[in-house]
């Protein structure tokens, strides 16, 4: 059974900062890996996808990493922003096509 | 706006009324998943169709919920004799069968039951 974990639960910075999230999963067999932003009471925002052939992905001032042969992934946040103050939520999907999501990291940017 | 919509975005009932949740996928999308998400944890998994078949449902989705995708386009979940313990947000995706599928979310519609 896949179990995500992300380290830290919650984050609070200066804005400016660059900021590495952590994602952990225990079953390496997966297709891929979606990042998400969740607002406080909203839906989740896709940020970036990575495949399961690919060790990199970037957005913006987003880069995402895979290394699916040690069960991690981290998103890397380029000189944070106070409006980047959400939940970012990591998501393996395996072959069944689901899913599996970890807690969460709380981000809190501070002007 | 060509995203996936959700409606109601808020519902609230008292326990053991029923209850219906509809979602719209983005057009081209085949497949449709349902989560769960409760307060400070992440979402979890419910089931999802592809086209207007079921593919799998989770051991959560109890003998009181039962999702529907008659014609492969929208969906709806429904709860029936609702209990305090289903509180919380019930979030649709939807995707392009594959591999590689990212999945996309609507807003959510929050239950509270009092």
């Known amino acids: 059974k896949q179990e995500v974990t992300q380290i830290p639960a919650a984050l609070s910075v200066p804005e400016g900062e660059n900021l590495v999230l952590n994602c952990s999963f225990t079953d390496s067999a997966i297709y891929n890996l979606q990042w998400f932003r969740q607002d406080p009471g909203k839906g989740l925002t896709s940020l970036l996808l990575i495949q399961s052939s690919q060790r990199e992905q970037t957005s913006g001032r987003l880069n995402a990493s895979l290394d699916k042969s040690s069960g991690r992934s981290t998103l890397y946040i380029a000189a944070s922003q106070p409006g980047d103050s959400a939940t970012y939520l990591c998501?393996?999907?395996?072959?069944?096509?689901?899913?599996?999501f970890g807690t969460g990291t709380r981000l809190q940017v501070f002007p | 706006d060509t995203g996936v919509s959700q409606d109601p975005r808020h519902k609230i009932t008292k326990r053991g009324q029923n209850v219906t949740f509809r979602c719209d996928p983005i057009?081209?999308?085949?497949?449709l998943y349902w989560y769960r998400q409760t307060l400070g944890q992440g979402p979890e998994f419910l089931t999802y169709?592809?086209?207007?078949?079921?593919?799998?449902k989770s051991r959560l989705l109890s003998d009181r919920f039962s999702a529907e995708r008659p014609k492969g386009s929208f969906s709806t979940l429904e709860i029936q004799r609702t209990e305090q313990g289903d509180s919380a947000m019930y979030l649709c995706?939807?995707?392009?069968?594959?591999?590689?599928?990212?999945?996309?979310f609507g807003p959510g519609t929050r239950l509270t039951v009092l």
């Open positions: 057009s081209e999308h085949n497949r």
């Open positions: 995706a939807s995707s392009l069968a594959g591999a590689f599928g990212e999945q996309f």
């Open positions: 998501a393996p999907q395996g072959n069944t096509d689901k899913l599996i």
């Open positions: 169709f592809q086209n207007e078949a079921q593919l799998e």
